[in-house]
């Protein structure tokens, strides 16, 4: 795959993006978000989003400097309304506000009705985690999802993510869309004419396919059947419902309206229910005795949620690879802005 230099890269999108029309801190922001994306090896929410991303912005659904309004405030929770705020960006200072009343009253949740598409969740769920506090980062979706029984789209892949703190080293990150596979993945796999493996989507007549251009048409098949199916719903409730936003088919963008994906944001201060030392004592203590069971055939060990991506992330943090076909897709979404400055290879 192509190789490029990681801040090179990275200023470099936060310039496609200023050219798009974005303020250059926002055009950071959704860089930043994108390109660690990419260095974690998860390519279904890395640069291959900015052709979307830059479209949103084209058509005014996303506009510059602009922030979350707030709504609602108590002393444990906010209510945010995006305006517009670009997803990325809304979902950056939800967080932030979020750890914010999380010091405060020891448990805290931000919701930002409106917000967008933001990214891989897992990016927010981690920035409480790099504070010594648990993250927990959801949204919802256009709708990708069949009901469990059902061959219509109606729910979204909605995100779930959770990062614990650690003494020494990343953090444990469970991040995971509530799809065999993210939608990304099967676009990646219509870009190189692939197959997809049995059991990911249905066509539009509920037949289970393995073309990933039919499987866009159709819908895909929640992970766990049943299971995935009920947490689908119910991050719709815990997110979009519950803050006031859309909800299920409704979160689907219409031409000249606002993009109605909601996030929801938790975090809980350790430091309000035990001392720190000695529940990072006690993760570890975990972490060991999963690290340590006895294997099962075939496998060689045992990886922690999100180990595989830090393991990434660490190995390309110089460095970044990216496959060539979402190289081909970022330069035309920069010749649609007229941004002719060159991708910076290695």
């Given at each position: 795959m192509p190789r490029y230099p990681v801040g090179e890269l990275g200023g470099w999108v936060a310039r496609l993006f200023h050219a798009a029309g974005l303020h250059a801190e926002d055009a950071r922001v959704i860089s930043d978000v994108l390109v660690s994306a990419d260095c974690a090896g998860v390519h279904s929410h890395g640069v291959v989003r900015v052709?979307?991303?830059?479209?949103?912005?084209r058509g005014g659904i996303w506009r510059s400097g602009v922030r979350p309004r707030l709504v609602r405030e108590g002393a444990a929770f906010l209510l945010l309304d995006a305006e517009g705020c670009p997803g990325p960006v809304a979902a950056v200072d939800g967080m932030r506000r979020c750890v914010e009343k999380a010091r405060q009253?020891?448990?805290?949740?931000?919701?930002?009705?409106s917000g967008g598409h933001f990214g891989r969740a897992g990016h927010y769920a981690e920035m409480a985690a790099r504070e010594g506090l648990v993250g927990v980062a959801l949204a919802n979706a256009a709708p990708s999802l069949a009901p469990w029984g059902g061959r219509?789209?109606?729910?979204?892949?909605?995100?779930?993510?959770?990062?614990l703190p650690r003494r020494d080293g990343p953090p444990v990150v469970l991040d995971m869309a509530l799809s065999v596979a993210a939608q990304g993945r099967v676009r990646l796999a219509a870009e190189r004419g692939e197959r997809l493996p049995p059991g990911w989507?249905?066509?539009?007549?509920?037949?289970?396919?393995?073309?990933p251009q039919q499987a866009l048409a159709g819908t895909l098949l929640?992970?766990?059947?049943?299971?995935?199916?009920?947490?689908?719903?119910?991050?719709?409730?815990?997110?979009?419902?519950?803050?006031?936003?859309?909800?299920?088919?409704?979160?689907?963008?219409?031409?000249?309206?606002?993009?109605?994906?909601?996030?929801?944001?938790?975090?809980?201060?350790?430091?309000?229910?035990?001392?720190?030392?000695?529940f990072l004592t006690d993760v570890e203590r975990l972490v060991q005795m999963v690290k340590g069971t006895a294997l099962a055939p075939g496998f060689g060990e045992v990886l922690l949620p999100g180990e595989r991506e830090a393991?990434?992330?660490?190995?390309?943090?110089?460095?970044?690879?990216?496959?060539?076909?979402v190289v081909a897709q970022v330069r035309r979404a920069a010749a649609l802005v007229g941004f002719l400055e060159p991708l910076p290879e290695a």
């Open positions: 052709g979307a991303y830059v479209e949103l912005v009253s020891g448990l805290a949740g931000v919701w930002v009705r219509e789209r109606i729910l979204g892949n909605n995100p779930v993510a959770v990062a989507a249905l066509d539009p007549q509920g037949n289970p396919t393995e073309d929640p992970v766990g059947g049943y299971k995935g199916y009920g947490m689908a719903l119910v991050v719709d409730v815990l997110t979009g419902v519950l803050c006031g936003g859309s909800f299920g088919r409704d979160v689907a963008p219409r031409r000249g309206s606002r993009f109605g994906a909601s996030h929801a944001f938790f975090a809980v201060d350790v430091r309000q229910l035990r001392e720190p030392s000695d393991r990434c992330t660490s190995e390309q943090a110089e460095v970044v690879e990216v496959p060539e076909e």
